[in-house]
């Protein structure tokens, strides 16, 4: 357990001085020391899912915290929780499932629902509400709602005297540890495989003699193109610098390392280019569930002239981006402000500010990011697919449960 | 907006002011749009308005814009202004157009009837000076053809010239420089001396070109002869046409974003893409320019030059440069290494030195002044455009000069002449360049409320003179500058307005979406506009005037009436300029941003640093101007009404 403490207590400190930078990083971090917390709690007999969910959502809300900003840390908590959930909903379906043909009690499904804090309520009404929260509404689950509520009374008659511990509890408690990590590790490949997975969608999407406009700089949007690159598609590249942090500069280094026609704009330059391009394609830092997206500052303008233009707008986003919540004004709340020695050198101004009274006051601005209303984005692509900005709510809701919403 | 106003100009007569006026103006100056203001700008806006006036009754301007009054009495009311006119400077408008009437006793108005329905007041002088212009353009045309007399033909422009032709001419340019400078001069002796030096340049420059492969000394000259000869018809007309041949001849190697227009279309920039076009400027050309490694493939038509590597080269040359005048050395040098730079400072400059080159002229025997000079202003102004493209501001600032030279009556003296074209190069820079802004900041400063937030984009002199304005009428604002790479001209108007104590954000042009939900109105610079509404500006404006029009937030841009011009652009890609691209690999005073430092000569990595963009209309509330505040839809008719008299000032 110390040790846990401390890697969470570390990890929180890296994540306050910002000393993570991208969301894939982030919330790669964030799921291996989930990990690590979740395979060292010590899960008590009874209601394991529920102290693993106790546990994940209390590191959780530390890092959050540490961070508020980096929406990736609060997805991936919550894609963990959400895969306890459903680890131990299939579990307790699995031994639902055998109890039902052995008929007897559900003693263990009680517990769990006791544990979880609601003793009225009996497994089946718990599996049946966490199954209509989780899965999608296809037909098939539709029509079976309506005789699983029904049954609903009657298993919790049924069920509701017996109290023994059975031999096969501590290997079931194993088996949902062991189930949850395996989720995590699943997850874990998921996030660092959502670059090819994205990528192998590129050749659908670029063909040949295209130009496209990209800004900041995004593994995912790197990795897009060099895979139609190598696809034998040739194409140019425009890529805005991106100042103040000029990630631009960094993009096109690696894009001409590739072997990539490169040409790097000023930034002011965007919107007179923008009617050269066919597609503009950028990675995203986070996708609301509104569709909205959150990126690098500049992305709004970059935006608003491909809508002027009807220049396709295109963003990449692995699902450890996509965020459930729905913004409020985005672009003051989910922002941020770096230093603005970025911007102005530190003494270049102090001559004319120090007069007392006589002179004016000088702020300097310099935001982290910039929030691109759903309306003008064409597609967003992630590694499930390509999805309308309309359906990312329906999207994100597959990936968390409803519970976990608000930390 | 404008379609409830249209049917009001034709209905109302009576509104007499040029769009949107100043609410804090009396209605009983609506009469008289300009007099009560006192500055002299005004005054003079308002004395070269009758021309004007006197045409909208003619039935030609059903126009948007509300054009000055139609006074039904024009010939009493005009005495009195030309007057005035004529008190302000040597030469009155009115005495052109009396000598060039009876220069042309029948030309003045066969020439001009079928593209203004002017000519029909050819009973008032106004008229005729204002329609001066097209005549001499006209002349032009016709003298160039060369094959056809002179009077009544109107069609022959330079972009339909044979191509020998046009060769020919560029031929005998060069020639007629060279025998000028053959001929011993009467000058200052330090600029003889200068010449001598120079002289013996010129054989070895004539070896070199020589060398170059183009034709040879002897059959250029012949070239040269044979178009004298060409151009001869078109002499015995009048001397006046003669100079008009000559503006015509040196128009053509003016280069390409400075032209005159023969007829209404503007003509053809030079495309640098067009490879025998660019071997032949290169051939005349002074600034010895490398041509860039990496070009931009979608830039081809622009010049793209390593940038850097003129300067010491022409400072080398200073010595051997033949007919170049010292005070446009130096500005163009200063043009190249970025000294000045802003359409108004540029403009304000040249015509500086062209004032130089004025004073210090003396025709050549056996010369006219009209023709030389304007052959000497084109070379330098042909020099100026090696050094940096011109803005349009300055090609219109040209077309003032030549015009003014062309229009010299040959009865006055040399002396007489080159004060009379001092005089009115002054008058062009006090009145339509230093007096337009002091209109502009009078009109601009009304929209400036307490509480204002209000935003500009780069260094606009105006912009920052309605600020400054505004501050010391102790309104309570605050200003965000946004700036951008590679000049950030925003750092030094930020510096200037906190000296004088303005509060100000500074921040740059990414994080314009984050910092516009405080803005109450945008007001932004220009560095011409076109007369499809287009601004033509700093680039980046045309961003900030999108996201403010996204916002909701009024976009008001301030730009003075000399740099409207009648060319139409939809795209930032077919007219722009280039500039350094190592300036975009390089951020400066930031040491630790060095991706690209090694990869600047990769073949697969090019950089572009544009200068200008294009703002499209829609994203335009309202273009001050010193005639007023219009709406962009309002361009044409500002360019098409008082680009005319532009050039009588």
Redesign the interface.
């Known amino acids: 357990m110390p040790d846990v403490q401390s890697m969470v207590a570390e990890f929180v400190n890296k994540l306050r001085k910002r000393k993570i930078e991208g969301s894939q990083a982030t919330a790669k971090c964030t799921v291996e020391l989930l990990r690590s917390v979740i395979s060292h709690q010590r899960v008590p007999h009874a209601n394991q899912a529920a102290a693993l969910i106790d546990a994940v959502k209390a590191v959780g809300q530390q890092l959050v915290a540490a961070n508020p900003v980096e929406l990736a840390v609060g997805n991936v908590v919550r894609r963990v929780l959400h895969i306890i959930r459903e680890e131990d909903l299939s579990l307790t379906t699995a031994a639902m499932a055998g109890l039902d043909l052995l008929d007897a009690s559900d003693d263990d499904d009680i517990d769990n629902c006791k544990g979880i804090g609601y003793p009225a309520m009996s497994a089946a009404v718990v599996a049946a509400a966490a199954r209509s929260t989780l899965r999608p509404p296809s037909l098939q689950t539709l029509l079976e709602g309506t005789p699983e509520s029904a049954t609903v009374p009657y298993t919790s008659s049924s069920g509701a005297d017996s109290e023994s511990k059975t031999a096969d509890k501590s290997s079931l408690t194993r088996k949902l540890k062991h189930d949850v990590i395996e989720g995590v590790n699943q997850l874990i490949q998921e996030i660092s495989g959502c670059h090819e997975q994205i990528a192998e969608q590129a050749i659908e999407h670029i063909h040949q003699n295209e130009v496209i406009l990209t800004l900041g700089s995004s593994r995912t949007v790197l990795e897009f193109l060099c895979a139609a690159k190598e696809k034998k598609r040739s194409f140019r590249v425009f890529v805005a610098e991106g100042a103040p942090r000029y990630q631009g500069h960094l993009l096109a280094k690696e894009l001409v390392a590739r072997g990539l026609q490169t040409t790097v704009i000023t930034d002011s330059a965007v919107f007179a280019m923008i009617s050269r391009v066919n597609m503009v394609i950028i990675g995203a830092h986070a996708v609301m569930a509104n569709g909205g997206v959150i990126g690098p500052v500049g992305v709004n303008m970059a935006a608003l002239a491909a809508k002027k233009h009807a220049v396709p707008f295109v963003v990449l986003a692995g699902s450890h981006k996509l965020c459930p919540l729905y913004p409020h004004n985005p672009e003051v709340l989910l922002n941020e402000l770096r230093s603005p020695s970025e911007l102005l050198d530190f003494g270049e101004f102090s001559d004319c500010l120090d007069f007392g009274a006589g002179s004016g006051s000088l702020q300097v601005v310099n935001p982290t990011f910039d929030y691109v209303p759903p309306n003008l984005v064409s597609l967003f692509i992630t590694d499930t697919g390509g999805h309308n900005p309309s359906y990312m709510y329906r999207l994100i809701a597959d990936y968390y449960s409803a519970d976990d919403l608000v930390m | 907006m404008e379609s409830r106003r249209n049917p009001r100009a034709v209905v109302d007569p009576k509104v007499r002011q040029v769009g949107f006026f100043t609410s804090s103006q009396p209605e009983s100056s609506s009469t008289q749009p300009h007099q009560q203001q006192t500055d002299p700008i005004s005054a003079s806006a308002s004395a070269s308005s009758p021309p004007v006036s006197t045409i909208s009754p003619s039935g030609n301007s059903l126009s948007p814009v509300m054009i000055p009054p139609p006074r039904l009495n024009s010939s009493d009311t005009f005495p009195l202004r030309g007057a005035a006119a004529g008190a302000s400077s040597a030469v009155s408008p009115s005495s052109f157009s009396y000598s060039n009437r009876r220069d042309f006793p029948d030309g003045s108005t066969t020439a001009s009837p079928g593209r203004h329905s002017r000519g029909s007041f050819v009973k008032s002088s106004t008229p005729v000076a204002s329609s001066l212009p097209g005549i001499g353009m006209d002349s032009m045309a016709a003298a160039k053809s060369s094959s056809v007399p002179a009077s009544g033909l109107t069609t022959v422009s330079v972009a339909t010239m044979p191509p020998g032709l046009a060769e020919k001419a560029s031929g005998m340019e060069v020639q007629s420089d060279q025998k000028k400078n053959s001929k011993p001069l009467k000058e200052k002796t330090t600029k003889a001396e200068r010449r001598a030096i120079q002289e013996a340049q010129r054989a070895a420059k004539a070896a070199a070109k020589a060398d170059g492969g183009k034709v040879p000394p002897g059959t250029s000259a012949s070239v040269a002869s044979t178009s004298v000869k060409a151009a001869k018809p078109a002499k015995p007309s009048t001397q006046k046409n003669e100079v008009a041949v000559a503006a015509g001849v040196t128009e053509k190697k003016g280069g390409p974003s400075e032209k005159d227009r023969k007829k209404d279309a503007p003509h053809p920039r030079m495309q640098y893409d067009d490879e025998s076009r660019v071997v032949k400027a290169k051939r005349r050309a002074v600034v010895k320019q490398t041509e860039a490694k990496n070009r931009?493939?979608?830039f081809r038509h622009l010049p793209q030059y390593e940038h850097g590597t003129q300067l010491p080269d022409l400072e080398a040359k200073f010595f051997q440069l033949d007919p170049m005048h010292p005070a446009v050395y130096k500005v163009g040098l200063q043009y190249l290494s970025g000294d000045i730079s802003g359409g108004n400072a540029r403009c304000i400059a040249m015509l500086q030195a062209f004032q130089e080159v004025v004073k210090d002229y003396s025709t050549p025997p056996e010369k006219n002044l009209n023709r030389d000079m304007t052959a000497k202003i084109s070379s330098y102004v042909s020099f100026l455009i090696e050094c940096r493209p011109l803005s349009i501001s300055m090609g219109n600032a040209i077309r003032f000069v030549k015009n003014r030279i062309a229009k010299l009556p040959i009865t006055l003296s040399e002396s007489e002449a080159k004060a009379a074209l001092q005089s009115d190069i002054e008058r062009f820079i006090n009145d339509k360049i230093i007096g337009a802004d002091m209109v502009i900041v009078k009109h601009a400063v009304t929209k400036i409320r307490d509480g204002d937030v209000l935003l500009t984009y780069g260094s606009p002199t105006a912009v920052e003179m309605i600020l400054l304005h505004a501050h010391e009428l102790k309104k309570k604002f605050r200003v965000l500058v946004v700036?951008?790479?590679?000049k950030l001209e925003g750092?030094l108007l930020?510096?200037r307005?906190?000296?004088?104590?303005?509060?100000?954000?500074?921040?740059?042009?990414?994080?314009?979406?984050?910092?516009m939900?405080e803005v109450t109105k945008v007001f932004l610079g220009a560095s011409s506009v076109l007369s499809n509404g287009t601004v033509y500006s700093?680039?980046?404006t045309?961003?900030v005037a999108?996201?403010a029009s996204?916002f909701r937030v009024p976009v008001l841009v301030c730009c003075e009436a000399y740099k409207f011009h009648e060319r139409v652009q939809l795209?930032?890609?077919c007219s722009?300029e280039l500039g350094d691209p190592n300036a975009?690999?390089k951020?400066h005073?930031?040491e630790d941003?060095n991706?690209?430092d090694g990869?600047t000569n990769?073949a697969?990595?090019?950089?572009?640093?544009?200068m200008y963009?294009?703002t499209?209309s829609d994203y335009i509330s309202m273009i001050i101007t010193d005639y007023g505040m219009v709406p962009p839809t309002s361009v044409p008719v500002i360019v098409r009404e008082y680009q005319k008299e532009h050039l009588l000032v």
Not at chain 2, 604 to 610: A, C, K, M, S, T
């Open positions: 931009v493939e979608l700036d951008s790479r590679p750092q930020l510096r307005l906190i000296k004088r104590g303005i509060s100000c954000t500074y921040t740059h042009i990414n994080a314009i979406s984050y910092i939900h700093r680039v980046g045309a961003c999108m996201v996204a795209d930032s890609i722009n975009i690999s951020v005073g930031r941003i991706y690209l990869l990769n697969n990595l090019q950089f572009l640093n544009l963009d294009a499209p």
